[in-house]
T-cell receptor, first 115, second 114 residues
């Protein structure tokens, strides 16, 4: 089975700085997504990472705050900009292999704490 | 509007007990997909099962079984003879046929004590 990795696994950042999270898959995927899981909460979709074009953001999430890149079929980055303590969450990438109707598989997550 | 409700916030059982996690969903679509994911303390989300709306056959995988009832819009998950390693947060999720977006329930935290 494919391996989905995320870097960093966790980080502690200062208010006002930015953090870039990487998601790498060891085989080509059809789709890539970024989710946020706030402490003790469920998962919320931030955006769909589109290869070679701008990401598609969900309501309440904007590109200036969460810029996303996806230069190829196996890699994507999510940046969380101008950090505040409210951004403290787990950020997870997920991928779909093959047909877009297949299940999403998730990376191990990046646990971000903002001081 | 689409919605997933997991009314049980937290369940505690003793090892070897059977436990059922409830999931009720709302959708106007006739074609949709339902999922269960497990999130152990490590934080990783583990895919357990996908069920298509047109397939109401129940499924069993080892100690896990799923009961899909379209008439009550429910997709419940039963763990038989629970084990400590089953301790995790379990999420039910819904996806419409024409979107990639997963709608997650709020999760049920299962604690299995030895």
């Amino acid at each position: 089975s494919a391996v989905i990795s995320q870097k960093p696994s966790r980080d502690i950042c200062q208010r006002g700085t930015s953090l870039t999270i990487q998601c790498q898959v060891d085989s080509q995927v059809t789709m890539m997504f970024w989710y946020r899981q706030q402490p003790g909460q469920s998962l919320t979709l931030i955006a769909t990472a589109n290869q070679g074009s701008e990401a598609t953001y969900e309501s309440g999430f904007v590109i200036d705050k969460f810029p996303i890149s996806r230069p190829n079929l196996t890699f994507s980055t999510l940046t969380v900009s101008n950090l505040s303590p409210e951004d403290s969450s787990i950020y997870l990438c997920s991928v779909v292999f093959g047909t877009s109707y297949n299940e999403q598989f998730f990376g191990p997550g990046t646990r971000l704490t903002v001081l | 509007a689409q919605k997933v409700t997991q009314a049980q916030t937290e369940i505690s059982v003793v090892e070897k007990e059977d436990v059922t996690l409830d999931c009720v969903y709302e959708t106007r679509d006739t074609t949709y997909y339902l999922f269960w994911y497990k999130q152990p303390p490590s934080g990783e989300l583990v895919f357990l099962i996908r069920r298509n709306s047109f397939d109401e056959q129940n499924e069993i995988s080892g100690r896990y079984s799923w009961n899909f009832q379209k008439s009550t819009s429910s997709f419940n998950f039963t763990i038989t003879a629970s084990q400590v390693v089953d301790s995790a947060v379990y999420f039910c999720a819904l996806r419409s046929y024409n979107t990639d977006k997963l709608i997650f329930g709020t999760g049920t935290r299962l604690q299995v004590f030895p």
